[in-house]
């Protein structure tokens, strides 16, 4: 007898279709389903036909509904046999040429039936919308422009509350609603003087990222300020612009949040969530023999999964896992950050279906077909992380996330990467020549499913590897994750949960030494051949649904 049905649904880039991960359980905890399906949810209409507490969950577009409840949770999305009988949550409303099936009933095997008719039959109509931010503009002015006033004045109208949810405290889970509709792109409201910098909490090669606090607000942010100057010295322009639209576009608990992206004369400035947790690199090394128990392990690769899932669904090559750039929310979840080697398939495909001859199960999504005409060159990656067919130079696809992310369940477990040599062409022969090895790391025993993951994973040839026929959903069946509940990741308590960090203290980072100061006062233009490069740059502020849990110093 089903007594949970659980739901997580996740925007495409079209807000017309949603990812939902749909988890029943039985009493019998031992039957427990999870599925990925695609909804389209185009008009308001068809909510009529839904029991309540969904159409809360489905925040449509023109719709009404009290926006009060968390995505995925249990508490709020679970329905009672009642709700189930009395709605017959089998919907399949037409509006005009735009269809929604939302499948779910009291009896498994039922859904799974009608899920997979209505995979099969509408798979090819659903729609999306290439390269769209996946959010509405207010106005119609476009707002890729340079404006120029924008980073000299603070608007006063800012109108981001600034309570704290004390709930939202006290369980340190993300309040934010991850709907299609919940972010809203303004044109930006901020500039460098809305800002007041605290600390330097960490730098690359072409920026800094400071600890921030919002005047107006009090509120903390991580601001990450880009020097044109070093950009275009180090040919990163593009970079910049990609990581911008990655972050603007993405909305997903496992990606950190932007909220307002501009540039000044010398400067481009990102202004995204700050996440207290630090590197989960730290972390990492922080543990005895720099590694994590098999489960504790298995819950980090889920989650990174789950993001890796939607990037490759929004049409996003990520290219750039490893622990330094997974940091951690407060609550302890993962949020993937450093999107500036990701890359954009123009446009993405439509998700596939895979049908799942082993059982009668629903069919899956293909998340390998929104990026497999995507292929590209260039040589990026990070040196232990690099997969082979990027040391060869003959292109790569969204595989090497993939093999990536063998690396990063075994440096999880092992403390060390598993192909990391004297130097670096030691490194790349070893990646390119040897077998994973998989020695006794004194602490615990990994079990064989565990190293038939990474095997599969670590595959050389990136067209057997697991991944390369439907994306995440052959590494979500994969039987090493046979007790993943996928749905509920955002509800499970982490395994590390960091230290508890009061205000600016930034006790989960490290001391660095600023070395020079960025010198905001008497910028001057930065220009190549009398044209401003960072024009297509996106001055925007983003408002997210429920944001207003962010902490108040
Ligand atoms: N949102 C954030 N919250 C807290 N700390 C952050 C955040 N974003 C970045 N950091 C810190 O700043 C460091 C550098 O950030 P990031 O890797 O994005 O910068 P980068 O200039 O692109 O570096 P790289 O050259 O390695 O790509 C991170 O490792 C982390 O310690």
Same mark, same amino acid.
């Not at 999504?365 to 929104?370: A, E, L, P």
């Not at 079990?447 to 959903?473: F, V």
């Given at each position: 007898?089903?007594?949970?049905?659980?739901?997580?649904?996740?925007?495409?880039?079209?807000?017309?279709?949603?990812?939902?991960?749909?988890?029943?359980?039985?009493?019998?905890?031992? !039957?427990?389903?999870?599925?990925?399906?695609?909804?389209?949810?185009?008009?308001?209409?068809?909510?009529?036909?839904?029991?309540?507490?969904?159409?809360?969950?489905?925040?449509?577009?023109?719709?009404?509904?009290?926006?009060?409840?968390?995505?995925? !949770?249990?508490?709020?999305?679970?329905?009672?046999?009642?709700?189930?009988? %009395?709605?017959?949550?089998?919907?399949?409303?037409?509006?005009?040429?735009?269809?929604?099936?939302?499948? #779910?009933?009291?009896?498994?095997?039922?859904?799974?039936?009608?899920?997979?008719?209505?995979?099969?039959?509408?798979?090819?109509?659903?729609?999306?919308?290439?390269?769209?931010?996946?959010?509405?503009? +207010?106005?119609?002015?476009?707002?890729?422009?340079?404006?120029?006033?924008?980073?000299?004045?603070?608007?006063?109208?800012?109108?981001?509350?600034?309570?704290?949810? +004390?709930?939202?405290?006290?369980?340190?889970?993300?309040?934010?609603?991850?709907?299609?509709?919940?972010?809203?792109?303004?044109?930006?409201?901020?500039?460098?003087?809305?800002?007041?910098?605290?600390?330097?909490?960490?730098?690359?090669?072409?920026?800094?990222?400071?600890?921030?606090?919002?005047?107006?607000?009090?509120?903390?942010?991580?601001?990450?300020?880009?020097?044109?100057?070093?950009?275009?010295?180090?040919?990163?322009?593009?970079?910049?612009?990609?990581?911008?639209?990655?972050?603007?576009?993405?909305?997903?608990?496992?990606?950190?949040?932007?909220?307002?992206?501009?540039?000044?004369?010398?400067?481009?400035?990102?202004?995204?969530?700050?996440?207290?947790?630090?590197?989960?690199?730290?972390?990492?090394?922080?543990?005895?023999?720099?590694?994590? @128990?098999?489960?504790?392990?298995?819950?980090?690769?889920?989650?990174?999964?789950?993001?890796?899932?939607?990037?490759?669904?929004?049409?996003?090559?990520?290219?750039?896992?490893?622990?330094?750039?997974?940091?951690?929310?407060? %609550?302890? /979840?993962?949020?993937?950050?450093?999107?500036?080697?990701?890359?954009?398939?123009?446009?993405?495909?439509?998700?596939?279906?895979?049908?799942?001859?082993?059982?009668?199960?629903?069919?899956?999504?293909?998340?390998?077909?929104?990026?497999?005409?995507?292929?590209?060159?260039?040589?990026?990656?990070?040196?232990?992380?690099?997969?082979?067919?990027?040391?060869?130079?003959?292109?790569?696809?969204?595989?090497?996330?993939?093999?990536?992310? #063998?690396?990063?369940?075994?440096?999880?477990?092992?403390?060390?990467?598993?192909?990391?040599?004297?130097?670096?062409?030691?490194?790349?022969?070893?990646? @390119?020549?040897?077998?994973?090895?998989? /020695?006794?790391?004194?602490?615990?025993?990994?079990?064989?499913?565990?190293?038939?993951?990474?095997?599969?994973?670590?595959?050389?040839?990136?067209?057997?590897?697991?991944?390369?026929?439907?994306?995440?959903?052959?590494?979500?069946?994969?039987?090493?994750?046979?007790?993943?509940?996928?749905?509920?990741?955002?509800?499970?308590?982490?395994?590390?949960?960091?230290?508890?960090?009061?205000?600016?203290?930034?006790?989960?980072?490290?001391?660095?030494?600023? %070395?020079?100061?960025?010198?905001?006062?008497?910028?001057?233009?930065?220009?190549?051949?009398?044209?401003?490069?960072?024009?297509?740059?996106?001055?925007?502020?983003?408002? /997210?649904?429920?944001?207003?849990? %962010?902490?108040?110093?």
């Amino acid at each position: 007898m089903l007594n949970k049905y659980t739901f997580l649904a996740i925007p495409f880039r079209s807000k017309n279709t949603m990812l939902a991960e749909i988890s029943c359980s039985t009493n019998s905890n031992s !039957s427990n389903h999870t599925t990925t399906t695609v909804i389209t949810s185009p008009a308001p209409s068809y909510t009529a036909h839904l029991p309540s507490k969904l159409k809360a969950f489905f925040r449509i577009s023109g719709s009404n509904h009290k926006k009060d409840s968390s995505v995925g !949770s249990t508490n709020d999305c679970s329905l009672s046999n009642e709700e189930m009988d %009395s709605s017959s949550l089998t919907s399949n409303i037409s509006n005009g040429s735009e269809k929604i099936v939302f499948t #779910g009933c009291k009896n498994i095997e039922k859904s799974k039936t009608i899920g997979s008719k209505f995979l099969n039959n509408h798979s090819q109509k659903l729609r999306r919308v290439a390269s769209a931010p996946n959010a509405k503009l +207010s106005n119609n002015k476009s707002v890729n422009k340079f404006y120029k006033e924008d980073y000299f004045e603070t608007t006063n109208d800012i109108s981001v509350p600034a309570r704290i949810l +004390s709930e939202m405290n006290r369980s340190g889970t993300f309040k934010r609603t991850y709907s299609s509709n919940s972010i809203k792109i303004k044109r930006v409201e901020v500039g460098p003087n809305s800002f007041q910098k605290i600390k330097l909490l960490g730098k690359g090669d072409v920026g800094k990222v400071y600890l921030v606090r919002e005047k107006k607000s009090s509120k903390l942010y991580a601001m990450k300020v880009l020097s044109k100057r070093e950009m275009i010295k180090r040919n990163k322009i593009k970079r910049a612009l990609a990581e911008q639209e990655i972050l603007a576009t993405s909305n997903h608990p496992f990606i950190v949040t932007l909220y307002h992206s501009f540039q000044s004369e010398e400067y481009l400035y990102l202004c995204m969530e700050y996440c207290m947790g630090g590197e989960f690199f730290r972390a990492l090394q922080t543990r005895p023999g720099k590694s994590l @128990l098999e489960e504790d392990a298995k819950f980090y690769a889920a989650e990174v999964i789950a993001a890796l899932e939607y990037l490759h669904l929004m049409g996003f090559i990520y290219r750039d896992l490893k622990p330094e750039n997974i940091l951690l929310h407060q %609550s302890g /979840h993962i949020m993937l950050s450093d999107f500036d080697l990701s890359k954009q398939s123009h446009p993405a495909n439509m998700p596939g279906i895979v049908k799942n001859s082993s059982s009668n199960a629903p069919p899956s999504i293909d998340t390998k077909s929104c990026i497999a005409n995507l292929r590209t060159n260039s040589f990026v990656g990070t040196e232990e992380y690099i997969a082979p067919e990027v040391i060869k130079g003959c292109g790569h696809t969204s595989a090497v996330d993939w093999w990536t992310l #063998g690396i990063l369940i075994y440096e999880m477990l092992y403390g060390s990467t598993p192909f990391k040599g004297q130097n670096r062409n030691a490194t790349f022969s070893n990646i @390119l020549r040897n077998d994973v090895y998989f /020695h006794d790391n004194g602490i615990q025993q990994i079990s064989s499913l565990c190293k038939s993951l990474i095997r599969k994973l670590l595959c050389k040839d990136e067209n057997r590897r697991l991944g390369s026929k439907a994306g995440a959903t052959d590494v979500k069946t994969h039987p090493f994750f046979k007790n993943t509940q996928w749905a509920l990741l955002r509800h499970t308590t982490p395994p590390i949960i960091p230290q508890q960090s009061f205000g600016t203290d930034t006790i989960n980072f490290r001391n660095i030494n600023e %070395s020079f100061s960025l010198d905001m006062e008497g910028e001057k233009m930065i220009e190549v051949h009398g044209e401003n490069p960072f024009e297509d740059f996106n001055s925007v502020t983003l408002h /997210h649904d429920g944001d207003d849990y %962010s902490e108040e110093i």
